[in-house]
């Protein structure tokens, strides 16, 4: 079991920057695949990024790829998002989830609970 909870997300303009942390509690956090989904209001909720348990794989939605960048630290059990270049569609909720037995997904077993992300124009 692994508990998840997001930090950093807050108001910012357009082509500004913003890094979000996904810290977790429980064991063996280097053994999961780790990732970010979002929902905007009235949207489905949608895949972010994702990244392997050895960090050796990265994968991005189309609309984030080259803005955005995924990274952990196993020794802080700690997972970050880098988001540059924001634009006022990035604007939603933004989850956290860690799989153990295969690629996150949203089916994923483990989620936080979200953090608010609002770029304005």
């Known amino acids: 079991q692994v508990q998840l909870v997001e930090s950093g997300g807050g108001t910012v303009q357009a082509g500004g920057s913003l890094r979000l942390s996904c810290a977790a509690s429980?064991?063996?956090?280097?053994?999961?695949?780790l990732g970010w989904f979002r929902q905007a209001p009235g949207k489905d909720r949608e895949f972010v990024a994702s990244?392997?348990?050895?960090?050796?794989?990265?994968r991005f939605a189309y609309s984030v790829k080259d803005r955005f960048t995924i990274s952990r630290d196993d020794n802080k059990n700690t997972m970050y998002l880098q988001m540059n270049s924001l634009k006022p569609e990035d604007t939603a909720v933004y989850y956290c989830?860690?799989?153990?037995?295969?690629?996150?997904?949203?089916?994923?077993?483990?989620w936080g609970q979200g953090t608010q992300v609002t770029v304005s124009s």
């Open positions: 990244i392997s348990r050895n960090g050796g794989t990265t």
């Open positions: 989830v860690a799989d153990w037995e295969t690629e996150v997904s949203l089916r994923a077993p483990f």
């Open positions: 429980g064991q063996f956090f280097s053994n999961y695949d």
